[in-house]
């Protein structure tokens, strides 16, 4: 028996992996064009400060952009072809969630550390979830993964709690 197409059979999971790389990748690109675009427009504004610079407005792209982001990933991941595009969004936002404390627990000492975590979230979060939301992985699989976010989370948020500097 011929077997039509079969690179491409193959190719479709690491496709999948691949495109929800590029929504963690442009997602954070976006929030930090924005605040790039916002700083060059407005530099006077309650956000900028003589001694900071304009940093209110990266604290800003994180207190509501990161939600913004959140809420635009499903469309995009939907047209980027990553099937099924809400429950990867879904997942992918629970592990973002995880992540994000993790890196809000960190001391002060690991401050642009931190910063690096909460950009390259995404590229974490979206390829995991669009793997674990691939039919073929087992329930037990996911519920392992997602137990584990919500202990990072935990963990992270306990960390944050009694440690916090």
Known sequence: MI??????ARAKPFFR???????GIVLPALLLAGVSWLT???PESQYCGHYTGCFGYLVLAFDVGRWIAVVLAWPLLHLLRVRPALPVAALATLFLIAIWQVALAMPLHLFFESI????????????????LAMPHISRKVLIVAV???????????????????
């Open 3 to 8: 077997e039509m197409n079969p690179p491409l």
């Open 17 to 23: 992996i691949a495109m929800a790389v590029v929504v």
């Open 147 to 165: 137990a584990f976010f919500f202990a990072l989370y935990a963990c992270a948020l306990a960390y944050g709690f009694f440690f916090a500097e």
């Open 116 to 131: 690096g975590l909460i950009i390259v979230s995404g590229v974490i979060a979206y390829p995991v979830a669009a793997w």
């Open 40 to 42: 060059n427009n407005y």
